[in-house]
């Protein structure tokens, strides 16, 4: 299995994020695997941001849940985050996640 993300790299402070994830090798509804967004901010460790089921269940993180949406094109095996109002404070490295498997990840710097 593999991961790849994909968004861009600079966001604009008050706008919204939105990164991609492409999954290669098997298919994002087998059944019992959650697929997940983690992020890394420069200097800390990791965080999970959240995560939807292979039935499009989604879960987020009680800190970001009222900015967060994770959504999933089953066609092109793929799912979704994103993340509005940015602000600074969520720059840093974000990464796809599932069945043991972690995508490269990417980095994403919020910044006028």
């Known amino acids: 299995v593999q991961l790849q993300e994909s968004g861009p790299g600079l966001v604009k402070p008050s706008q919204t994020l939105s990164l991609t994830c492409t999954v290669s090798g098997g298919s994002i509804t087998t059944s019992n695997y959650a697929w997940r967004w983690i992020r890394q901010a420069p200097g800390k460790g990791l965080e999970w941001i959240g995560s939807?089921?292979?039935?499009?269940?989604?879960y987020y993180s009680p800190s970001l849940k009222s900015r967060t949406s994770i959504s999933r094109d089953t066609s092109k095996n793929q799912f979704t985050l994103q993340l509005s109002s940015v602000t600074p404070e969520d720059t840093g490295v974000y990464y796809c996640?599932?069945?043991?498997?972690w995508g490269q990840g990417t980095q994403v710097t919020v910044s006028s």
């Open positions: 939807i089921t292979s039935s499009g269940s989604t």
């Open positions: 996640y599932g069945r043991a498997y």
